[in-house]
């Protein structure tokens, strides 16, 4: 893949480049030379079966894979045209850029209110030093942008934990809009919930287009179909196919992708 000046700079409308990245947990090779470019400001979805190295390959783009002692990686990822494996990157400042939520909601077991706060004050932008007003503001305007708001301002002092699942994945992406991410990580973000609240989740992840970069995992065809743009498609760890959902779903151009939207793979 050919480092473009633009490529580097992030103008280029690439969110996201990766360059011969390969992963391994321990002797185990779970990524094999991914090559891909992800465009800002739409929603990618990632989709390919079990085992297929779909979490994986979103552990590697905020850098959490590494907290496992024997990971190991060659090749890079360059977000919004940094090198994000260079040496001296902050990690802190990398995660605040790249927020991720995960198939289970993950409130902490404190309010809806402290956690929308939660990062803010980590980060202390805004935090301690922001006034009282500023903070409402704050848990105002990440609720609503997850259609949240309505349902919530009335008991925003009330434990995360008791919310519905619905709802608590709502908090859990609401919580990360504070720290201004440009990247949302989503690791099949509805599977934990029924098909009302998948739609309502999955309608709410759609209005975030635009403003971030959104690369979801879904094992649900119908899902990647609604909510993408673009579609990628992996197998034992390598990439088969990066193009336009409609392409994917109307006329892949790999038999393996035909055979897996068919439903011929696990
Ligand atoms: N923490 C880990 N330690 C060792 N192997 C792992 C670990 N996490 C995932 N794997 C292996 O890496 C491969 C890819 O897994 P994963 O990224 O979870 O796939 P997917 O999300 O597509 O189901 C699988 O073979 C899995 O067993
Ligand atoms: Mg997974």
Redesign the pocket.
């Known amino acids: 893949m050919s480092q473009t000046a633009s490529s580097i700079t992030g103008q280029d409308g690439i969110a996201v480049e990766t360059r011969s990245l390969n992963l391994w947990?321990?002797d185990?090779q779970?990524l094999f030379d991914i090559d891909l470019k992800v465009r800002q400001g739409i929603i990618t979805s990632l989709i390919?079966p079990?085992?297929?190295?779909?979490?994986?390959?979103l552990r590697s783009i905020n850098r959490i894979n590494e907290r496992?002692g024997y990971v190991r990686i060659t090749g890079g990822i360059h977000l919004l045209g940094h090198d994000i494996y260079a040496e001296g990157v902050n990690l802190s400042q990398l995660r605040k850029q790249v927020g991720m939520v995960f198939q289970r909601p993950n409130p902490l077991p404190i309010s809806i209110r402290d956690n929308v706060l939660f990062a803010v004050e980590i980060h202390d932008e805004g935090g301690k030093k922001a006034g009282r007003a500023n903070k409402e503001e704050i848990v105002e305007a990440a609720l609503r942008r997850v259609l949240l708001w309505d349902s919530v301002k009335d008991r925003l002092n009330t434990k995360a934990t008791t919310l519905s699942l619905e709802e608590q994945q709502k908090l859990c992406i609401a919580r990360l809009l504070p720290v201004k991410p440009s990247i949302l990580l989503m690791d099949e973000p509805c599977s934990a919930l029924d098909p009302k609240g998948t739609e309502a989740v999955e309608e709410m992840i759609w209005e975030l287009r635009g403003d971030y970069t959104i690369l979801i995992?879904t094992h649900n065809m119908a899902q990647a179909r609604r909510a993408s743009e673009e579609c990628i498609f992996?197998l034992m760890?390598k990439v088969v196919e990066h193009t336009a959902t409609a392409d994917m779903f109307v006329n892949p151009k790999d038999r393996r992708t035909a055979d897996y939207i068919e439903g011929r793979y696990g």
């Not at 297929?52 to 390959?57: A, D």
Request: hydrophobic share 35%; proline share 0%; net charge positive.
């Open positions: 947990y321990g185990f779970a390919g079990s085992g297929c190295g779909k979490s994986t390959f496992l995992v992996m760890g």
